[in-house]
């Protein structure tokens, strides 16, 4: 594996869906030969928004203690970064800016994981693709993706193309385009998400005719595994540098909420 990289997409089990203890992700890191990690655990939310699968406000800052604790046990050997994947859902924005103001976080991704009501990526609720229109959903999903995009809030875009992930391929194109000229208008990256090969899909987060697009429009890319346990971290990396490589693009990382590479 190329060094120096970093896994800048993973979980811990404050989320109620991931195993392991973060200390257990810095160890697999350091395993596979990565330079550093930061941890993007899924952030706090009102008590209305998706409660089973994120940490709560009142674990906040033991999130914050448990990723320093990883930090000064790995120092010198792993740099540990303290991140968070965000979420952009309209209405939320006022309570998402006061938990982003309250760390000083290093990177924040930015992602959509509902269609108004309709949490599209979960499992249990697949079927309702069956009664939507495909191009219409494309559509309304990149129409959100814009608004995290301009939002201000965050860093990076997280697994672009994520409606996908059972299968259900977006066959049009120009509503992921045109999100894709916000991103670069607004010197966004994008999570360049490995997840979706352990998905149905069987493809990574941008798709490689996306991942060509956003490297032609000069959006970098930060690698990251989307880990929910400590043998994913690190996940199938030569294959998304590769994938990146292969069109020009290139691959940066956050410290401080400020780019490097």
Known sequence: MTAPL???????PLC????GAPR???QAALDAGLAGLCFTDHMPMPTWYDAPWRMRAN????YVEEVRAVQAEFSGRLDVRLGLEADFHPGTERFVEGVLSAYPWDYVIGSVHYL???GFDNPEYVAEYE????RELYGDYYALVEGAARSGLFDAIGHLDLPKKFGHVDTDGLAALHALDVIAERGLALDFNTAGWRKPVAEAYPAPDLTRAAASRG????LGSDAHRPDEVGHRFDDALKQIHDVGGRTVTYQ?????G
């Open 16 to 19: 109620g869906h991931a195993t």
């Open 219 to 222: 959006i970098p890319f930060v």
């Open 256 to 260: 401080g909420r400020v780019r490097h």
């Open 59 to 62: 674990q906040l800052a033991q």
């Open 116 to 118: 108004g009501a309709w």
């Open 6 to 12: 970093f896994d800048s997409h993973l979980h811990t």
């Open 131 to 134: 009664a939507r229109d495909l």
């Open 24 to 26: 257990e992700y810095a």
